[in-house]
T-cell receptor, first 111, second 115 residues
Framework: AQTIHQWPVAEIKAVGSPLSLGCTIK??????LYWYWQATGGTLQQLFY??????VESVVQLNLSASRPKDDQFILSTEKLLLSHSGFYLC??????????FGPGTRLTVL | GDSVTQTEGPVTLSEGTSLTVNCSYE??????LFWYVQYPGEGPQLLFK?????EKGSSRGFEATYNKEATSFHLQKASVQESDSAVYYC??????????????FGKGTKLSVKS
């Protein structure tokens, strides 16, 4: 069975500090991978998607970047956090079908 | 671009009563429609999908019919339970940017069920 793991579970960071969030998918070969952001009490907004290793496409510009260094790993990062980056970050996967399956998420608080 | 509009929450119901969450959408593509459910502190879970017009999806007693003419996909359940308390999202997926099956979500409807 496939599993999706996100790390860390939660982060509290200062404005201007760097950030790296990770996501690992096990049990699926060459999945499509996605990053979403959810403001507290808000809806989900797609940030990035990746069809294959080394290729990442940006959907919205939020001063964030993403990379896919391995087939089963997706990284979200920034060198300088803003207050507006606070929220819930979700990684998702699909296998070419339109349904996407979400991970448990990382709660980010920027102070 | 694509858009999804759903019932504004929060919605509070008593156990055993019926639920309807309205969802309407706009897209120039031929979408696949979904309902997701999100419990506090967790990622959304796929409730069910309906890829074809005029077909019904269902799971855990919830159901919705993809009405292409009305561009609607309302979620219904005949008798809600306290365990159904969660946020429900209507979403559509249309292919964009080549291979990106982008999900566009509604704003979510928070359901609270009282015993």
């Amino acid at each position: 069975a496939q599993t999706i793991h996100q790390w860390p579970v939660a982060e509290i960071k200062a404005v201007g500090s760097p950030l790296s969030l990770g996501c690992t998918i096990k049990g699926k070969s060459s999945p499509n991978l996605y990053w979403y952001w959810q403001a507290t009490g808000g809806t989900l907004q797609q940030l990035f998607y990746s069809i294959t290793v080394g290729q990442v496409e940006s959907v919205v510009q939020l001063n964030l970047s993403a990379s896919r260094p391995k087939d089963d790993q997706f990284i979200l990062s920034t060198e300088k956090l803003l207050l507006s980056h606070s929220g819930f970050y979700l990684c998702a996967w699909s296998l070419g079908g339109r349904e996407q399956y979400f991970g448990p998420g990382t709660r980010l608080t920027v102070l | 671009g694509d858009s999804v509009t759903q019932t504004e929450g929060p919605v509070t119901l008593s156990e055993g009563t019926s639920l309807t969450v309205n969802c309407s959408y706009e897209t120039k593509q031929y979408p696949t429609l979904f309902w997701y459910v999100q419990y506090p502190g967790e990622g959304p879970q796929l409730l069910f999908k309906v890829p074809k017009a005029n077909e019904k999806g269902s799971s855990r007693g919830f159901e919705a019919t993809y009405n292409k003419e009305a561009t609607s996909f309302h979620l219904q359940k005949a008798s809600v339970q306290e365990s159904d308390s969660a946020v429900y999202y209507c979403a559509l997926s249309g292919l964009s940017g080549g291979s990106n099956a982008k999900l566009t979500f509604g704003k979510g409807t928070k359901l609270s069920v009282k015993s």
